[in-house]
């Protein structure tokens, strides 16, 4: 009869891992606002009155109530200095006007 050999067992060993602390940071609440208009060729300057009726009252907020505005014609963001918002007006700064049927976006960010 054959002699089996004993193997030894094999040594297992439990790595040790440095714990670490974890920050999770809860993103603020963000509300965001947004005028609609409609170009007609031949406007610098956008009121309230001038907002697409069908989406309801619309409002053009002021700027120190709010944290951020995009402005975009014809869905292309513009530079600031092309534009200027104060409460209820946005006013393009730019020689020519959007083209009647353009769509005049403002959004507004707060925080």
Do not use: W
């Not at 670490?20 to 170009?39: R, S």
């Not at 060729?41 to 002021?62: A, M, N, P």
């Amino acid at each position: 009869m054959e002699k089996r050999q004993r193997v030894p067992k094999p040594y297992l060993m439990m790595p040790e891992i440095p714990s670490a602390e974890v920050c999770i940071h809860i993103p603020k609440k963000i509300m965001v606002l947004e005028y609609f208009a409609i170009a007609d060729g031949s406007k610098h300057i956008f009121t309230e009155e001038d907002g697409v009726k069908e989406l309801g009252k619309q409002k053009i907020l002021d700027p120190s109530k709010v944290s951020y505005m995009n402005l975009f014609i014809n869905a292309v963001l513009q530079p600031k200095e092309n534009y200027e918002v104060s409460q209820g007006i946005i006013c393009l700064k730019t020689e020519d006007v959007p083209i009647c049927g353009a769509t005049v976006v403002l959004q507004m960010f707060i925080v």
